[in-house]
C-alpha cells in the first residue's frame, strides 16, 4: 500500500487547514487510518484515528474539539480537518494504515506510513 499526504502549508494561529491521504496498490479492503505528527526534536505521536468503515474515531487530547478525522473509502482518500490551529500544531503530519481491526492508536500497530506533509502555524 502506497500513501500519499497533502495539504500541508503555513497558516496563522486559529486559522485552519484540511489534510488529505490517498492509498492506492493493495487496497481492497478498507485499512484502519490514523494520522501522526512528529515536531522537530520530538518523537513521532499520536493525532487521530478512524476505524476501516468510519464508524469509530479516536483523538488526542490536545486536538480534540479541533481536529476532525473522516475517510471516502470510495476514493481511498482520508482527511484530516484541523481548526483554530495553533503554533503547538506546528509538524511534519503522516498518514498510516494498519490492518488492525479498531483504531490504531500506537506506532507500532503502524503497517504503512505516507511520506509526511509540513504544517506550520504561525503566531
Known amino acids: 500500500v502506497q500513501l500519499q499526504a497533502s495539504g500541508g502549508g503555513l497558516v496563522q494561529a486559529g486559522g485552519s487547514l484540511r489534510l488529505s491521504c490517498a492509498a492506492s496498490?493493495?487496497?481492497?479492503?478498507?485499512?484502519?487510518m490514523s494520522w501522526f505528527r512528529q515536531a522537530p526534536g520530538s518523537e513521532r505521536e499520536f493525532v487521530a484515528a478512524s476505524s476501516r468503515r468510519g464508524i469509530r474515531a479516536q483523538y488526542a487530547d490536545s486536538v480534540k474539539g479541533r481536529f476532525t478525522i473522516s475517510r471516502d473509502n470510495a476514493k481511498n482518500t482520508v482527511y484530516l480537518q484541523m481548526n483554530n490551529l495553533k503554533p503547538d500544531d506546528t509538524a511534519v503530519y503522516y498518514c498510516?494504515?494498519?490492518?488492525?481491526?479498531?483504531?490504531?492508536?500506537?506506532?507500532?500497530?503502524?503497517?504503512?506510513w505516507g511520506q509526511g506533509t509540513l504544517v506550520t502555524v504561525s503566531s
Open positions: 498510516a494504515a494498519s490492518i488492525v481491526e479498531d483504531v490504531a492508536v500506537d506506532l507500532i500497530e503502524v503497517d504503512y
Open positions: 496498490g493493495r487496497t481492497g479492503r478498507p485499512y484502519a
